[in-house]
């Protein structure tokens, strides 16, 4: 193993600065530092704020890595970077970051794709992948059904959302519903106590004329919003907790059954969870069973890993070091919307 | 940024406070020219720089820096390994393209256990009594004014033009200031040589480096929801 090397990750394209330490396929050290807290009373992450922070945070964040993994910032052979898509100006502090390293220590620089590297993280977990798979990726900031051929060459695009991401569905219920920023945790909370079928929310996307790998969220945010508000214009009491079940119901519902469908028409029997919304408990155990009836193999990453983090950048950037991929280019700059079929940016 | 400025925790510090001469790497990102140059620098013989580019390089920061240093590392002939110290310029300027050049500073300084120094970069355009203007965009500038020994007085502000007077004489970006300001004024920007002056007191004594902090001197723009607005009625 330790003939492999030592690569580092940077994350900086939403509001987590993450930096990350692998070899091959083994995660050495998984430093987070979040601004999330910051955001809490804007009711979503303002760019600036998070950009700041990630300045703050950077070369601090790089030292707990290392001293986590208990190298030295000399034993790194490679340095991956998040070049997009996400923030603009959070993405940067990054890139420029990950840009200096590499010219200090005279070490190639990989800038990766934020997507596929939410795929590439499941490698740290169950080893290579198996290829081709089906990816689903579901985060505040993307909604996305990838086939993955090869993670470090080829990687296409089925399907994306046409309006809002899974995740800012469910802050916006969340904020409906009186429940704190980020929305996933206490939705999925709440929801326990709930009756998933209690409303029947609408599924976007799913008749037979739609697109049938694209997601819509934002129609089920508005049903919702309208539903709630019937009730309190009524002066009848919110039933929260069924709200957000059938409300999280719905919204797992569409996702799992467009990922077996894509299983099922590329003739593919992997499929592989990634993204914050990832951590939600129904949408994992509706995959699972979905997945078991389909006989398709599925692998999620812990929760931890689901999110963003610097691991998930590293490991995309072990592979691409694995596979020969050529280094990116000295004038590497970030790009907000980067098209997931550009692995490395 | 104050943890940036601590000591290192992969390579022990080069250079030391009294040494003669100190090999410096000067940046600066805070206007749309980037700047980067290498200067010796003493105590005693003052600053001679060795190398400088100057790069129009719009919101393209990111991108130009890191081959700007390797180009006036290859033009003085030196590397990386050759540096003592890191000197960049903290701002005032556009936030996006000024942190481009602060994290630059501190990623490299840390990389190899260099001093890392941060100066206002309005205090590197210009020499002796002058008043420097900037494009702080949404039509305001950054100003600060300096006295007849080079000395700031005033700033550095963000303004309107029109709320303030600039003392004469006023020097800057001319073709910024014939489009913003309807005036004209002596052509300056930021150089390696001004850089460096600006941070001569903490090259000459490395305990007086203050944090690597950007001077941003705006809130970033943020209004919290003030009531939940009805969702089916917007």
């Given amino acids: 193993m330790a003939d492999q090397p030592l690569v580092i990750g940077f994350e900086t394209s939403c509001d987590e600065t993450g930096v990350g330490l692998v070899r091959g396929h083994t995660l050495l050290a998984d430093a ?19 950009s700041r922070a990630h300045l703050e945070a950077m070369v601090p964040t790089v030292h707990r890595a290392l001293a986590d993994a208990g190298a030295t910032v000399d034993d790194v052979d490679a340095i991956a970077v998040t070049s997009g898509p996400g923030l603009t100006g959070a993405l940067l502090v990054g890139v420029a970051a990950a840009k200096a390293y590499a010219l200090a220590l005279g070490k190639p620089l990989y800038g990766v794709n934020h997507l596929a590297a939410h795929v590439a993280v499941d ?24 086939l993955v051929p090869d993670l470090a060459q080829e990687v296409q695009s089925l399907g994306r959302t046409v309006d809002d991401a899974a995740g800012e569905a469910f802050d916006k219920v969340a904020r409906v519903l009186g429940l704190p920023f980020p929305g996933g945790p206490p939705i999925d909370r709440a929801a ?3 009756d998933p079928r209690a409303i ?25 919003a309208r539903w709630v508000e019937a009730r309190q214009r009524a002066g009848e009491d919110v039933p929260v907790a069924d709200v957000a079940a059938s409300f999280q119901e719905a919204v797992a519902d569409v996702l799992t059954a467009k990922a077996v469908r894509a299983c099922r028409d590329h003739g593919v029997d992997h499929l592989v969870l990634g993204g914050g919304v990832a951590a939600n408990s129904r949408l994992r155990a509706l995959a699972e069973e979905r997945c078991a009836a389909a006989g398709i193999v599925l692998r999620v990453p812990s929760p931890r890993l689901c999110t963003d983090n610097g691991a998930m950048v590293a490991a995309l950037g072990s ?22 079929e550009v692995i490395r940016g | 940024m104050g943890t940036a400025t601590g000591r290192p925790l992969s390579r022990a510090w080069r250079g030391s406070v009294t040494s003669s001469d100190v090999l410096v790497l000067a940046l600066d990102t805070a206007t749309p020219v980037l700047v980067a140059g290498l200067a010796r620098w003493s105590a005693v013989g003052g600053t001679t720089v060795l190398a400088e580019r100057a790069v129009p390089s719009g919101t393209r920061h990111a991108e130009l820096l890191t081959p700007a240093i390797r180009g006036v590392l290859e033009d003085a ?12 310029g903290l701002g005032p300027g556009p936030f996006t393209g000024l942190r481009v050049g602060v994290v630059t500073a501190a990623a490299l300084a840390d990389a190899r256990g260099l001093r890392v120094i941060g100066v206002c970069s309005l205090d590197a355009i210009g020499t002796g009594e002058r008043t420097v203007v900037t494009d702080a965009r949404r039509r305001e500038i950054y100003w600060a004014t300096y006295g007849a020994d080079g000395g700031r007085l005033t700033g550095p502000s963000v303004d309107k033009p029109a709320d303030v007077q600039l003392p004469e004489p006023v020097v800057g970006d001319p073709t910024f200031a014939a489009a913003r300001l309807g005036r004209a004024v002596g052509e300056a ?15 000459a004594d490395p305990a007086s480096a203050g944090p690597l902090v950007p001077l941003y001197l ?16 917007s």
Avoid: C, N, W
């Fill in chain 1, 192 to 194: 326990r106590e709930g």
């Fill in chain 2, 77 to 88: 002939g030196l590397a990386m390994g050759d540096l003592d110290a890191v000197v960049t």
């Fill in chain 1, 200 to 224: 029947g929310f609408p599924r976007g996307l799913t008749g037979p004329r739609d697109a049938p790998y694209d997601f819509s969220f934002s129609g089920l945010k508005t049903a919702v």
């Fill in chain 1, 32 to 50: 987070l530092a979040t601004s999330m807290a910051e955001h809490e009373r804007f009711g979503g992450v303002v760019p600036e704020i998070a």
């Fill in chain 2, 218 to 233: 705006r809130r970033p723009d943020a209004t919290p929801p003030t009531a939940i607005k009805a969702v089916s009625q």
């Fill in chain 2, 189 to 203: 920007r930021v150089t390696t040589a001004g850089l460096l002056r600006a941070a001569g007191p903490q090259l």
């Fill in chain 1, 319 to 340: 592979r691409l070091v694995a596979a020969g991929v050529a280094p990116s280019s000295p004038d590497l700059g970030a790009d907000s919307s980067l098209p997931i």
């Fill in chain 1, 123 to 146: 490698e740290l977990q169950h080893g290579p992948l198996a290829e081709p798979s089906i990816a689903l990726l579901v985060s505040g900031g993307h909604s996305s059904l990838l």
